[in-house]
C-alpha cells in the first residue's frame, strides 16, 4: 500500500491567494483527519470526517477555511484567502475502521505550506 | 476537557536510556498511544498501550502505565541517533488527542 498521499509537497503562496491541499487515505480506511502543525501551536486537528460525512469542524479557525470529502478516496482543505499566519505544514491521517488500536491513525508526509 | 501533557524536550547520549513522560486527563481511553514524527515526515505510530495493563515491552520500547495518577510513560532502551525525532502521546479512539510532543535529542 502507498499509505496516505499528500499533494503538493510545497507550496507557496501570496497572501490572499486561493489554496487547495490535497489527500489521499489509504485504500479501504473509513476515517479521515486534517492537521495543522506549527511550533507556536503544536499538532492541531482541523477536521475529521467519518464515511465522508464531517463529524467534528470545531479545529476549522475560521470561514477562510473549508474541507471536503466528495468520496472514499479523496480530500481536499481550501484555504480562501490565505495569509501568512496560515503557513504550517498541514497532515492528512486515516483510520481503518473497527476498534483495534493498529488501525489508528496513518499520517501523510505533510504539506508545508508558506503564505507570503 | 480532555487534555495530554508532555515535556517538550529531552537529550541524552547515544546507548544511555531514554524515558519520555506524559500525563492525560481521560480516564475513560481504552487505549494510548506514541507516535514518532521523524524531520519532515508524518507521524508514525510506534507503539500502543491497553489501558488495563500496566506495562507493555517491545524490543527497546518499554510502556509504563500508571492509570491511577494518570501517567503514562515511554522508555527507550540503548537509544540510538536514529531515535532522535518528536515523540508524541495520545489518547483517545477515532479522534486522538496528541500532547505537545517531546523532542528527544541523542548526542553521539
Known amino acids: 500500500d502507498a499509505g496516505v498521499i499528500q499533494s503538493p509537497r510545497h507550496e507557496v503562496t501570496e497572501m490572499g491567494q486561493e489554496v487547495t491541499l490535497r489527500c489521499k487515505p489509504i485504500s479501504g480506511h473509513n476515517s479521515l483527519f486534517w492537521y495543522r502543525q506549527t511550533m507556536m501551536r503544536g499538532l492541531e486537528l482541523l477536521i475529521y470526517?467519518?464515511?465522508?460525512?464531517?463529524?467534528?469542524d470545531s479545529g476549522m479557525p475560521e470561514d477562510r477555511f473549508s474541507a471536503k470529502m466528495p468520496n472514499a478516496s479523496f480530500s481536499t482543505l481550501k484555504i480562501q484567502p490565505s495569509e501568512p499566519r496560515d503557513s504550517a505544514v498541514y497532515f492528512c491521517a486515516s483510520r481503518g475502521q473497527g476498534d483495534r488500536p493498529s488501525y489508528e491513525q496513518y499520517f501523510g508526509p505533510g504539506t508545508r505550506l508558506t503564505v507570503t | 476537557g480532555e487534555d495530554v501533557e508532555q515535556s517538550l524536550f529531552l537529550s541524552v547520549r547515544e546507548g544511555d536510556s531514554s524515558v519520555i513522560n506524559c500525563t492525560y486527563t481521560?480516564?475513560?481511553?481504552?487505549?494510548l498511544y506514541w507516535y514518532k514524527q521523524e524531520p519532515g515526515a508524518g507521524l508514525q505510530l510506534l507503539t500502543y498501550?491497553?489501558?488495563?495493563?500496566d506495562m507493555k515491552q517491545d524490543q527497546r520500547l518499554t510502556v509504563l502505565l500508571n492509570k491511577k495518577d494518570k501517567h503514562l510513560s515511554l522508555r527507550i532502551a540503548d537509544t540510538q541517533t536514529g531515535d532522535s525525532a518528536i515523540y508524541f502521546c495520545?489518547?483517545?479512539?477515532?479522534?486522538?488527542?496528541f500532547g505537545q510532543g517531546t523532542t528527544l535529542q541523542v548526542k553521539p
Open positions: 495520545a489518547e483517545g479512539k477515532g479522534k486522538l488527542i
Open positions: 498501550i491497553f489501558s488495563n495493563m
Open positions: 470526517f467519518n464515511n465522508n460525512v464531517p463529524i467534528d
Open positions: 481521560d480516564s475513560s481511553s481504552t487505549y
